[in-house]
Structure formats: structure tokens, C-alpha cells
């Protein structure tokens, strides 16, 4: 998703935006039916909301066209702090945040 918006394959977020990484910090899933091998399923995902330094997407696995599970997930745009060498959260930039208009 972020490689087709920003047009950066996920290994180069680090340098061309100066973070670490986008790390997972909660998720949450609900199944609605099951889905079995061979199913042919459409996973549809999207970003549903940016705050200052997270960004929460929602997911859907559909099979034919149905419902099968739903999922919400919040990530953190983070970066290493130079003094204490420790991982903090830092502003997502504006310009990531517009291209997923």
C-alpha cells in the first residue's frame, strides 16, 4: 500500500524518509466466516486515519464478495533519537500523509 502511494519499496522508507520503519503497536481482528484452502479471496485494505505520529489502517478479506474477516491495525512512523538511542515516534510528514487522499 505505502509502496504504490509513495512509489518507495518498503526497505527504502529508512532512507528516503529517515525513519526506522513503521512498526505494528495494536491490532484487532474479527472473523465472520470461514475461509478454507483454495478459497479464492480479495484483500482490501486502506488508511483509515493519520494522526500526528500513527496512522490507523482497516483491512477486509472477501470471499466471493462476502465478508470473511475484518481487521484494524495502528502503526507508528518511527525513528531512533540520537541522544537517548532509543525508538520514538516522530511526525508523519505531510507530504505521505496527502498521497493517501
Known sequence: MFEAAL????HDLGE???ILGIPLVD???SFRK?????DEVEI???????????????HAILVGGEPAAEG???RVWAAL???TQKIISVPIP?????RFD
Not at 34 to 38: D, E, L, Q, S, T
Not at 47 to 53: A, I, Q
Open 7 to 10: 512509489g518507495v519499496n518498503p
Open 16 to 18: 528516503r524518509y529517515g
Open 27 to 29: 491490532v484487532k481482528a
Open 34 to 38: 470461514p475461509i478454507r484452502f483454495g
Open 44 to 58: 482490501v485494505s486502506h488508511v483509515s486515519e493519520f494522526r500526528r505520529s500513527s496512522f490507523a489502517v482497516k
Open 72 to 74: 484494524a491495525e495502528t
Open 81 to 83: 533519537d540520537q541522544v
Open 94 to 98: 505531510l507530504d505521505v500523509m496527502s
